[in-house]
């Protein structure tokens, strides 16, 4: 599986971003995870294939949601009402079988899209 992340960018406190992944293959469960300088990463959202089970990190309940368009083998990440503390390398990553918020579960990794979150 290949999977290649999208749509990183500068944006300014308050504003919104859309991250994008395409994924060469589809029955996989697909999270996003960020990684901020001198931290570890961390779990971010995740979605089933059948899109039945979303999960969402605490810290970004209410402004972030994840989305998949499986026709175009697709998963997306809409941010809003980002704050500096977003600002990280975001990484959408695949597993096969049931969603988690464990790095350690998944199978695949893309090369991550860069947020910059400016006060």
């Known amino acids: 599986v290949q999977l290649q992340a999208s749509g990183g960018g500068l944006v300014q406190a308050g504003g919104s971003l859309r991250l994008s992944c395409a994924a060469s293959g589809r029955s996989y469960a697909m999270g996003w995870f960020r990684q901020a300088p001198g931290k570890e990463r961390e779990f971010v959202a995740a979605i089933s294939w059948n899109i039945a089970n979303i999960y969402l990190a605490d810290s970004v309940k209410g402004r972030f949601t994840i989305a998949r368009d499986n026709a175009k083998n697709t998963v997306y990440l809409q941010m809003s009402n980002l704050k500096p503390e977003d600002t990280a390398v975001y990484y959408c990553?695949?597993?096969?079988?049931?969603?988690?918020?464990?790095?350690?579960?998944?199978?695949?990794w893309g090369q991550g899209t860069l947020v910059t979150v400016s006060s």
């Open positions: 990553a695949a597993k096969l079988g049931g969603i988690s918020t464990t790095t350690a579960e998944y199978d695949y």
